[in-house]
């Protein structure tokens, strides 16, 4: 009888030593990014759906540290200086490169990335939204209908993760 218990206690310490294999799932593999300005990380950022409500309840004299991920809608396609990022359907905010530092590549538009930086209210000029217009290819009809100054989300970003 002792050796049947003997037997039992070493088969259950070796069954409890024995390495678990784990599949690595594809959600589990490190996503890869390429990165632009300050270093930053993914940790930490908000959804675009966040940013949105968050907007909706700011002035115009309001900042907001934030991080977000979102889906770059288009970028300038003289110098990648400025980018629009998809808040929702119908809304976007206009993204531009803290002190001119860094620039997004002319292909990045349908990109997922996450930005990091100041979240604002903007007025913006007329001849501002022209020279955006020229900036993004539009037609001069296009840009000879801009009269009036508009009310934007804005985002001053130090750093940009591009996923790959």
Known sequence: MKKIVYVAIVMIAFASCKKENKEVKSEDKPVAYAEFGAKITPDGAITKEKLFEKFKTMKETDTLEVKVASKIVDVCQKKGCWMNLELNEKENVFVKFKDYGFFMPFNAAESEVIVNGKAFI??????????????AGKSQAAIDSIVAPETN???LADGVLIKK
């Open 122 to 135: 903007e007025l913006t000029s007329i001849d501002d939204l022209k020279e955006y217009a020229k900036d």
């Open 153 to 155: 989300y804005s985002f």
